[in-house]
């Protein structure tokens, strides 16, 4: 069974009397531990594709199947709990909590699960030593650079193991170089812990760290191509 | 579930980030909870002292004084001529059901003298029910008994102010002091009871049995006369039944005609002070009820600040609620940094409200007393506010879309 297994997905907008399809019947599965990139223009779809399969919207019509459960049916806070266990987020912004340190960043998502304070130190002590940033638990996030901050985020993501990371733009406000670390950091999770990594991205040479892209125009897959080994 | 203990430490990180802005909001609370520690303190005190004057005079208590007579027309004030005698009192105390006690009184001004010391105070003839009337007890010796007033025997009691003066160290219990050159007994001492409602010394007297006062003391100018009969009612709600019975029973005993006027006044001097008391009362209300509106003025503060906060901090609720933050998570957090505010707002008005009460009555005399009750209601009254207004902003909060809260800017 894929662990995402998206059927007929509609997202339709109404901005005043006018109705905008963002999305149109798109049906997409993605097996555990792919890494696939959502290409496109924007205003294509595909961001809002990936806020649905990442449980922070709801489609107007459409199935969607997250690792064997049916989200459509799942209210606010279940979803909450979705987005908690199963799934971690990377955004082009970093959205970190500013006055805040990275330590503690990172400790946010088990915050909501019940996790005993000692625990949830080790762990995300544990997450900042995968992404390279031990020693700097106690920097506030204002202090680090925008690769830091990002690396942050991706600890975050980690952090509660969710089998998924959904990375919208990730090296959108990194310089090149930069982005290249962060796109390493996300080979080597994928490689090695069997992260399922969906990334957003415009940029070619981003999705070129993918083995699989999906492209969107006007709400619909145009084309999903799988590279080959 | 929900992490109680990091969703404070969040609250209280938050108010650190905006120190300024979070102790400009608690001040709307601490002077909110001052004002009604200190108005109820003011308002307790004022009634304190009235209830203590109550009970200094005894409770339930009437006074029966002579009446004003008419002598060929022209009517004397009241208290000229004397008009009952002890067969009253007796009267009363056998055939009034709503009477609890009678203690008929003769007095006047005598000169006592002990050793080479000598004072001048209240002498009171009176029986050993008097101390019943007047809620009045003994710190030493016995009080005489009624074989003593029937023989009216040379013993008295003696008040906390004629002991200091007349004895200094000596244990005045059985000395022998002379009143008005007649020798009498001291076989006990009056408890102190301090000022009377309109300032005089109530320690400043004797009390001998009535008929002693009668015969070797005061004179009567007919047989049995006494000046007041004081009287204490079974209850409080029994007083307007016993004046009652009282008039009636004394009217008969004067013979007095349905169209003439009482030869006696009957006051109820209980009753006075206890609408004082009840007057006093309102106005603790009306001051706490005054003071409880800066305290709600306070929580709408509290209200407009967490408003101000959900809308600056819409992104960091958009992050936490991609993590994993429920409905409830979210409310809690912002519910938690409101009570916090209007708590620690709590605890420095307490400060402020018993250090404001202490200092009116340093400065201006009033008596105020901080009650626990009034602290314990202002403290919850602010922990409401907190809760009632905090809860407008965190719901607000807790219905923000995730994806437009992360893209807020």
């Known amino acids: 069974m894929a662990l995402i297994a998206a059927r007929d997905i509609t997202k339709t907008y109404h901005l005043g009397d006018v109705e905008v399809n963002a999305l149109r019947s798109v049906s997409a599965n993605i097996e555990r531990g792919e890494f696939l990139s959502i290409m496109g223009q924007s205003g294509s779809g595909k961001s809002t594709f990936m806020n649905i399969l990442g449980c922070l919207d709801k489609p107007t019509a459409g199935s969607y199947m997250l690792d064997g459960m049916d989200i459509?049916?799942?209210?606010?806070?279940?979803?909450?709990?979705?987005?908690?266990?199963?799934?971690?987020?990377?955004?082009?912004?970093?959205?970190?909590?500013?006055?805040?340190?990275?330590?503690?960043?990172?400790?946010?998502?088990?915050?909501?699960?019940?996790?005993?304070?000692?625990?949830?130190?080790l762990r995300a002590m544990e997450?900042?030593?995968?992404?390279?940033?031990?020693?700097?638990?106690?920097?506030?996030?204002?202090?680090?650079?925008?690769?830091?901050?990002?690396?942050?985020?991706?600890?975050?993501?980690?952090?509660?193991?969710?089998?998924?990371?959904?990375?919208?733009?990730?090296?959108?406000?990194?310089?090149?170089?930069?982005?290249?670390?962060?796109?390493?950091?996300?080979?080597?999770?994928?490689?090695?812990?069997?992260?399922?990594?969906?990334?957003?991205?415009?940029?070619?040479?981003?999705?070129?760290?993918?083995?699989?892209?999906?492209?969107?125009?006007?709400?619909?897959?145009?084309?999903?191509?799988?590279?080959?080994? | 579930m929900i992490n109680v203990p990091s969703t404070i430490k969040i609250a209280l990180r938050a108010l650190r980030v905006n120190k300024m802005r979070s102790m400009l909001t608690m001040l709307g609370i601490i002077i909110?909870?001052?004002?009604?520690?200190?108005?109820?303190?003011?308002?307790?005190?004022?009634?304190?002292?009235?209830?203590?004057?109550?009970?200094?005079?005894?409770?339930?208590?009437?006074?029966?004084?002579?009446?004003?007579?008419?002598?060929?027309?022209?009517?004397?004030?009241?208290?000229?001529?004397?008009?009952?005698?002890?067969?009253?009192?007796?009267?009363?105390?056998?055939?009034?059901?709503?009477?609890?006690?009678?203690?008929?009184?003769?007095?006047?001004?005598?000169?006592?003298?002990?050793?080479?010391?000598?004072?001048?105070?209240?002498?009171?003839?009176?029986?050993?029910?008097?101390?019943?009337?007047?809620?009045?007890?003994?710190?030493?010796?016995?009080?005489?008994?009624?074989?003593?007033?029937?023989?009216?025997?040379?013993?008295?009691?003696?008040?906390?102010?004629?002991?200091?003066?007349?004895?200094?160290?000596?244990?005045?219990?059985?000395?022998?002091?002379?009143?008005?050159?007649?020798?009498?007994?001291?076989?006990?001492?009056?408890?102190?009871?301090?000022?009377?409602?309109?300032?005089?010394?109530?320690?400043?007297?004797?009390?001998?049995?009535?008929?002693?006062?009668?015969?070797?003391?005061?004179?009567?100018?007919?047989?049995?006369?006494?000046?007041?009969?004081?009287?204490?009612?079974?209850?409080?709600?029994?007083?307007?039944?016993?004046?009652?019975?009282?008039?009636?029973?004394l009217r008969q005993r004067h013979r007095i005609g349905p169209r003439q006027d009482n030869d006696f006044t009957v006051r109820n001097l209980t009753q006075t002070l206890q609408a004082a008391e009840q007057s006093s009362k309102v106005m603790t209300l009306l001051l706490g009820a005054i003071a409880s509106v800066s305290l709600l003025v306070g929580g709408i503060g509290i209200m407009n600040i967490m408003l101000v906060s959900v809308t600056e901090r819409t992104r960091e609720i958009g992050i936490r609620m991609a993590v994993g933050a429920r409905t409830w998570d979210i409310r809690l957090q912002f519910l938690i940094e409101a009570l916090i505010m209007s708590l620690i707002g709590g605890i420095f008005g307490i400060i402020i409200g018993i250090s404001g009460s202490e200092l009116l009555s340093m400065f201006a005399g009033w008596p105020t007393i901080v009650s626990t009750l009034s602290v314990v209601s202002a403290f919850s009254f602010s922990g409401i506010v907190g809760i009632f207004f905090g809860f407008y902003p965190a719901y607000k909060a807790s219905l923000l879309d995730p994806i437009e809260a992360l893209r807020y800017e």
């Not at chain 1, 199963?86 to 970190?96: D, H």
């Not at chain 1, 990594?197 to 760290?209: G, N, Q, S």
């Not at chain 2, 009045?136 to 003696?158: I, N, Y």
């Not at chain 2, 006494?226 to 009287?231: A, D, E, G, N, T």
Request: net charge neutral; proline share 5%.
């Open chain 1, 127 to 229: 997450a900042l030593k995968v992404v390279g940033l031990s020693g700097r638990e106690n920097h506030y996030t204002n202090q680090l650079s925008g690769g830091q901050q990002q690396r942050v985020a991706i600890a975050r993501a980690i952090v509660n193991q969710a089998p998924i990371i959904f990375a919208d733009e990730p090296t959108g406000n990194l310089d090149t170089r930069t982005s290249a670390e962060v796109m390493e950091l996300f080979v080597k999770l994928n490689a090695e812990s069997n992260i399922t990594i969906v990334l957003v991205t415009h940029e070619p040479d981003i999705a070129a760290y993918s083995k699989r892209v999906l492209r969107f125009l006007d709400g619909v897959i145009i084309s999903d191509e799988t590279k080959a080994l």
């Open chain 1, 72 to 121: 459509a049916k799942l209210d606010r806070d279940e979803l909450a709990d979705i987005r908690n266990r199963k799934i971690g987020f990377v955004f082009q912004g970093f959205n970190l909590l500013s006055r805040t340190s990275a330590i503690e960043n990172v400790e946010l998502p088990m915050l909501y699960n019940g996790m005993p304070a000692k625990e949830r130190r």
């Open chain 2, 32 to 249: 909110g909870v001052g004002a009604v520690i200190t108005m109820l303190a003011v308002g307790t005190g004022a009634q304190r002292r009235i209830s203590e004057q109550i009970s200094s005079i005894g409770s339930n208590l009437i006074i029966i004084l002579p009446g004003s007579t008419t002598a060929g027309g022209v009517r004397m004030g009241a208290g000229t001529q004397p008009t009952l005698s002890l067969g009253d009192a007796e009267a009363i105390q056998k055939e009034c059901p709503a009477v609890m006690h009678v203690g008929p009184v003769l007095n006047g001004v005598g000169q006592v003298v002990y050793g080479s010391q000598n004072w001048s105070t209240a002498v009171v003839g009176t029986t050993p029910a008097m101390l019943n009337v007047r809620d009045w007890g003994l710190s030493g010796g016995r009080p005489f008994t009624s074989d003593e007033v029937r023989s009216g025997a040379k013993v008295c009691l003696v008040g906390q102010t004629v002991v200091d003066n007349l004895f200094g160290s000596v244990n005045p219990i059985g000395q022998s002091i002379r009143i008005k050159k007649v020798p009498f007994t001291i076989i006990g001492i009056l408890e102190p009871k301090g000022q009377s409602p309109n300032g005089q010394d109530q320690d400043d007297t004797i009390y001998v049995p009535v008929t002693t006062a009668q015969r070797q003391l005061f004179g009567t100018t007919f047989p049995g006369m006494v000046r007041i009969i004081m009287i204490k009612a079974k209850d409080a709600g029994q007083l307007y039944a016993a004046e009652k019975q009282i008039t009636e029973l």
